[in-house]
């Protein structure tokens, strides 16, 4: 009985790692990380993403599980069109941000002269740290919007079948704890990337803006197809 347990518990674990890497939350978690310019930073993304992805699938099983419902579709149509949504939102700000350089005018003095000149802080990490909570915010939101979508449906169907809420909950748990686990390395890797990309000259800018390109383009399909196959648009 408890090697079976703990079979069932290690198959949600690895569930969990695998369900990091699916193609909208690599994107999503890809244009964060993008932004910014410490390893550290890039890894606190992946961490909040996985916690806000668990906390929400944690809070749904507990209801789902706990009163023994179902969870409507055309609510699951709604969550699937929210990750579109944002998909685009984070592409759109970082091509946005891209144009816009974060252009910045300071006054010095030289032998005496005052005078002015314009540069820009987008490769350093000044000002960075005004916006850190608004950048968990963003990432722990995200990580909860993809924890109502289809895949965490699933695992809470999947938990459905376990006989005791504290089985179903456990099970919800293990595989969350595998999603942080494999989101916090791959946004990890992601960071060391752009930033050893940043060391050898410009080539980390075309990589933000491919990535802010790809959350746009990947979004925009995500909100077609879910409101094509759900009847919300006619087919051409």
Do not use: C, N
């Not at 350093?124 to 909570?133: D, I, Q």
């Not at 895949?151 to 595998?178: E, K, N, P």
């Amino acid at each position: 009985m408890m090697e079976s347990t703990l079979a069932f518990l290690f198959i949600g674990f690895a569930l969990g790692l695998r369900h990091a890497l699916e193609a909208d939350h690599v994107i999503a978690v890809s244009t964060i990380v993008s932004q910014e310019q410490r390893l550290w930073r890039s890894t606190a993304v992946g961490l909040v993403w996985g916690i806000g992805h668990t906390a929400t699938l944690l809070a749904v099983g507990a209801v789902v599980l706990g009163l023994r419902l179902t969870i409507p579709p055309g609510l699951g149509v709604s969550f699937e069109l929210a990750v579109g949504v944002i998909l685009v939102l984070l592409g759109a700000g970082v091509v946005l941000g891209y144009r816009r350089k974060r252009v910045h005018v300071h006054p010095h003095r030289h032998s005496g002269d005052p005078h002015v000149h314009f540069h820009s802080h987008r490769d350093s990490p000044a000002h960075g740290h005004v916006h850190a909570v608004r950048r968990h915010g963003r990432s722990f939101l995200v990580g909860m919007v993809h924890g109502l979508e289809g895949s965490g449906a699933l695992m809470i169907l999947v938990a459905s079948q376990i006989t005791s809420l504290a089985g179903g909950l456990l099970y919800l748990l293990t595989f969350g704890f595998g999603s942080i686990l494999g989101m916090v390395l791959l946004s990890t890797l992601i960071g060391l990337s752009f930033l050893s990309l940043g060391r050898m000259g410009r080539l980390a800018d075309p990589l933000r803006l491919a990535t802010g390109l790809a959350s746009l383009v990947l979004g925009v399909w995500i909100i077609g197809t879910t409101a094509v196959t759900h009847g919300l648009i006619p087919r051409l």
